[in-house]
């Protein structure tokens, strides 16, 4: 459930959201944290993510770590990740997903991973997000 603090609305706990789709019931969770992306850290415990890109290593991290290690970051974010078990070979979810974050003019980064997708929109979309693709339900 959501609560108000001061003038911010905060998740408390999981907040799971269903969303129709023609062949699959789509389940959202907003993550609690703030995630940033960077340059300045190799793979290690602290990364959600790590990518080695050709020119440099890329990796998630939660920001609280990022000033714990004193590293640079930029695009702090928040993650909403898809519940629902995807495959690898499944088509048009994140397109669809992301279309309706684009008609309302809210930027994405997509990450698959085997079973879930994450879309890391910025901080500041992060609820908006949120309740965009649960007003679809």
Known sequence: ???????????????????????MIFQF?????????????????????????????MSIIEKKKAIKLKIDFTFESRCIKLLSKTKLTDVGISSKITSVLASNNIPCNIISGYENDYFFVPFNDGLKAFKVLSSLS
């Open 1 to 23: 459930s959501a609560c108000l603090v001061g003038s911010e609305m905060c998740i408390r706990d999981r907040i799971k959201l269903l969303i129709k789709n023609q062949h």
């Open 29 to 57: 969770y907003l993550l609690p944290e703030i995630y940033v992306f960077t340059k300045s850290l190799d793979f290690n415990k602290h990364s959600l993510l790590f990518f080695n890109e050709s020119n440099y290593n």
